[in-house]
C-alpha cells in the first residue's frame, strides 16, 4: 500500500504486504515467535487518515496485515486495512483505552473486489463532498470551517471532520446535509492541530510537518517553553501553519531546565569590592553568565562561569567581598589576549604572501660519492689528498 493518504511504504515486507510507514505504524516484532497470533483473537484496523478501530475476529479468519478486510458498522459495513495482529493488539487496546470485555465490533471478511469497487467509488466523492457542504454552512450562516469529509466503505454513512472556534448549532446543516447526498451524516469536531496534521505541509525547518508525520497525541504548549529558551515572543516565528504555537517549542525544555538548575538564581546579586553585580544574561548551555554593575541598563557587562559565580556567593555569605568578579588568572589571560596590535601591519600588501624558503642546490649523487669516497690507503677523503 502506497496511498499518501495512509502513509508511504516503507518497503518492509509485513506479511504478505508491505507495511505503511506513519505515525500510526506499529511495528509486530512478535510475528516471528511460534504460536503467538494464535493468542490473540483481536484486530486492528486503520481507516482513512488517523482513524483506528479494534475488531473480534470470531470466525477465526487468516489476516495479515495490510488485508483489506469488511468489518461491522452502524449502520452497514467498513473497509479498512489491517495494520496489526496478535497479543500487540490487546496493548494498543489498553494504550487507548479500550477495555478487553467491553462491546466489540466483529470482523466480517476480507474485502471482496464488489466491496472495494464501492470502497473506492464513495472515497471519490469525498472531495466534491467537502466544497459543497462547505457552500451549504456557509449559506446557513454557520462559524465553522468543514476541514475533510470520510465515507463509510458501503457509501451509507460519511464524516464531518470540522473546525469551530466556538460551539455550534449544527442540526440544521445535518438535516440539509442528509436530504442532499441521501447518506447518513456525523459530525466530529477537531482542533488547528489535527487539521494541520490532516492536511500536511513543510514546517520553517525544511522537513514535513510533525504533527503530520509522527505525533499522535497533542499536548498543551505555552509561551513560557518560549522564555525557558530566551527565544523571542514573536507570535509570527512561534506560531506554526495551524496558527498555534508550534509543537517543537516543547522538545527542549527538560533540557534548558535541567542546565538552568545548574546555575545561580537571576535574583541574586554578586558583592565585590568594587561594585554591586547584577543578573544581565546567561549562556544555558556553556555555563556562562553575565553581569551588570546596573540593575536597570547595561553598564560594565562582565561574563564569569558558573563554578566563579557560586564561589563569590559563598563568600558573601561569610561576609567577604573579592576584589574584583574575574580571578586573577582569567584578567591576565585576557590581557594576554588581547595585546596591541600594530593597526599599520594589518594594512601591508605582502602581508598574505608566503615566504619562499631558498632551497640548497644538491649535487649529482656520483660527484658527492667520489669527493668524498675516502683512499684505500691513507683512509682520507681523495679530495683532501688531490689538495
Known amino acids: 500500500m502506497d496511498d499518501p493518504k495512509e502513509g ?10 508491505e507495511c505503511p510507514r506513519g505515525k500510526l505504524h506499529s511495528f509486530d516484532y512478535l510475528r516471528e515467535v511460534p504460536g503467538a497470533m ?21 470466525l477465526k479468519i487468516d489476516v495479515n496485515q495490510g488485508d483489506m478486510v469488511a468489518v461491522e458498522s452502524n449502520p452497514g459495513h467498513d473497509i479498512g486495512v ?12 489498553k494504550r487507548a483505552g479500550i477495555r478487553r470485555d467491553a462491546e466489540l465490533k466483529r470482523l466480517f471478511r476480507l474485502a471482496k473486489p464488489a466491496d472495494i469497487e464501492k470502497y473506492e467509488e464513495a472515497r471519490s466523492r469525498e472531495n466534491e463532498t467537502m466544497i459543497r457542504a462547505r457552500k451549504i454552512a456557509e449559506e446557513l450562516g454557520l462559524n465553522m470551517k468543514i476541514g475533510d469529509v470520510e465515507y463509510q466503505g458501503d457509501g451509507n454513512k460519511a464524516i464531518f471532520y ?7 448549532d449544527f442540526r440544521q446543516l445535518i438535516k440539509v446535509l442528509a436530504d442532499t447526498f441521501k447518506v447518513r451524516i456525523e ?5 488547528a492541530r489535527q487539521e494541520a496534521g490532516r ?25 513560557a517553553a518560549a522564555r525557558f529558551q530566551d527565544l523571542s515572543l514573536n507570535p509570527q516565528k512561534l506560531a506554526g501553519q495551524c496558527a498555534k504555537l508550534k509543537c517543537c517549542l516543547n522538545y527542549e525544555v527538560d533540557t534548558y531546565l535541567e542546565a538552568v538548575r545548574k546555575l545561580p538564581g537571576k535574583e541574586i546579586r554578586l558583592e565585590t569590592a568594587d561594585a554591586t553585580w547584577f543578573f ?36 558573601n555569605k561569610e561576609g567577604e567581598k573579592p576584589a574584583q568578579l574575574k580571578r586573577d588568572e582569567d584578567v591576565a589571560s585576557e590581557a594576554k589576549e588581547n595585546r596591541k596590535v600594530d593597526l599599520l601591519d594589518q594594512d601591508n600588501i605582502n602581508r598574505f604572501d608566503k615566504k619562499k624558503k631558498k632551497k640548497k642546490k644538491k649535487k649529482p649523487a656520483g660527484t658527492r660519492k667520489e669527493s668524498q669516497a675516502p683512499d684505500s690507503a691513507s683512509g682520507t677523503p681523495a679530495a683532501e689528498k688531490n689538495a
Do not use: H
Not at 8 to 17: A, F, L, T, V
Not at 84 to 91: A, D, M
Not at 187 to 191: D, R, V
Open 82 to 93: 489491517v495494520t496489526l495482529t496478535g497479543p500487540l493488539v490487546l496493548l494498543q487496546m
Open 280 to 315: 544581565f544574561k546567561a549562556d544555558v548551555f556553556k555555563g556562562d553568565i553575565t553581569y551588570s554593575s546596573d540593575k536597570k541598563v547595561a553598564a560594565n557587562l562582565t561574563t564569569i562561569d558558573a563554578a566563579r559565580a557560586f564561589e563569590i556567593i559563598a563568600m
Open 162 to 168: 470540522y473546525i469551530a472556534d466556538e460551539r455550534v
Open 38 to 58: 494464535e493468542q490473540c483473537d483481536m484486530v486492528e484496523v486503520q481507516f482513512k487518515n488517523t482513524r483506528k478501530g479494534y475488531y473480534l475476529n470470531s
Open 187 to 191: 459530525m466530529k469536531q477537531i482542533g
Open 199 to 223: 492536511i500536511g505541509g513543510i514546517g520553517p525547518c525544511g522537513r514535513p510537518l510533525c504533527c503530520s508525520t509522527w505525533i499522535s497525541n497533542f499536548m498543551s504548549v505555552a509561551t
Open 8 to 17: 508511504k511504504s516503507c518497503g518492509k515486507r509485513c506479511g504478505d504486504k
